[in-house]
């Protein structure tokens, strides 16, 4: 775990409170999500979540970067491309994240 990471839980003895401080927030989870089973571009990303602003997506991908979640590969060609993939640990959300969208779809939308 790098540095930044480290910073983000260490004060936290609650393992919940651990975790949301890595993906907690409107977006990141949602980010995580979409590249569960993907490689995506930025715009790829983006067009699955058209409310979320283009200098918010980059904040939020920069930060999934940064705590190790995610990681972003670019390539040198003309036009640039850049491509995001989860990271092991990233991977690792993968069931929790899964059981939300099955409670979801089950308890809110099927109820609708």
């Known amino acids: ?18 975790t949301i401080a890595l993906i907690g927030g409107r977006w990141k989870t949602i980010i995580i999500f979409l590249l569960l089973d993907h490689t995506r ?30 990681s972003r590969k670019q390539y040198k060609e003309i036009p640039p491309r850049v491509e995001y993939s989860l990271t092991e640990l990233g991977q690792s959300l993968k069931p929790i994240l899964t059981d939300m ?4 779809q089950e308890k809110l939308l099927d109820t609708v």
């Open 1 to 18: 775990m790098d540095n930044k990471v480290e910073n983000k839980v260490e004060n936290n003895s609650c393992p919940f409170t651990a």
């Open 101 to 104: 969208a099955a409670w979801g």
């Open 41 to 70: 571009r930025f715009g790829e990303i983006a067009a699955r979540m058209p409310s979320i602003s283009r200098k918010v997506l980059t904040e939020q991908l920069k930060e999934l970067e940064s705590d190790g979640l995610i």
